[in-house]
């Protein structure tokens, strides 16, 4: 059986500091989104920011580099043929406070998800089409009209099943892949495990 490579759940205090540090301004948008979504975090500050750089490998050393500053860091990166991505998840799992929310392709397949259950390698050009139809408009990343789409994405209450059928493909690739990194895993997102993890402690309050 291949290496779990989202690592396990750590066992939370009451007090959190967590920082979620975004490889690209879509992820960013959008995770500041969902911490508006979510309401009242008392016990918990997140801090949405992004990386200085984009490459996975780099934004997992920034987060590194700032672990003593927060009790969580979340590297969220794609993969989009990035040379380093395997890299930058195994070193994520020397720190034990680093973890990574990564797709691959990109994290479109995470919105993806909401609508459908999808399997097998898909393009970005694909990934966006798809989601086009579902939203009923053209899926676009400049930053006003992606709030909007992030909030039509939040507001389908499907953000649950997204979770189960990302986690159900993610145990899949583990399982089946004989080992194989997460570069080979097209198809799949971690996201969930960040969204998870999210939600839980906003229900914690």
């Given at each position: ?10 066992v ?19 995770f ?12 918990v ?8 750089h984009s ?5 997992v ?10 009790d ?5 990166f794609?993969?989009?043929n ?8 195994k ?14 392709m990109?994290?479109?397949?995470w ?14 050009k694909?990934?966006?089409e798809?989601l ?16 909007a ?6 507001s ?17 690739y583990i399982?089946d ?9 097209q ?18 309050n």
């Amino acid at each position: 059986m291949g290496k779990d490579y989202g690592r396990r759940r750590p066992v939370r205090p009451m007090q959190n500091r967590v920082l979620i540090l975004c490889a690209g301004e879509t992820d960013e948008v959008y995770f500041k989104a969902l911490r508006e979504n979510l309401g009242s975090l008392e016990n918990v500050t997140v801090k949405v920011s992004a990386a200085k750089h984009s490459e996975p490998e780099k934004v997992v050393s920034e987060a590194v580099g700032m672990s003593d500053l927060y009790d969580f860091l979340w590297c969220v990166f794609d993969y989009d043929n990035s040379p380093h991505y395997d890299e930058a998840i195994k070193n994520a799992e020397q720190n034990r406070k680093v973890h990574c929310a990564f797709s691959n392709m990109a994290i479109e397949f995470w919105f993806l998800l909401h609508f459908e259950n999808c399997t097998g390698a898909m393009s970005v050009k694909l990934l966006e089409e798809r989601l086009g139809k579902h939203l009923a408009q053209k899926y676009s990343k400049k930053t006003n009209g992606f709030k909007a789409i992030c909030k039509k994405i939040l507001s389908t209450n499907t953000q649950s099943v997204a979770e189960e059928r990302a986690r159900m493909l993610h145990e899949k690739y583990i399982r089946d892949q004989s080992g194989s990194p997460p570069s080979q895993w097209q198809s799949s997102t971690t996201v969930y495990k960040l969204t998870k993890e999210l939600a839980q402690w906003s229900e914690a309050n």
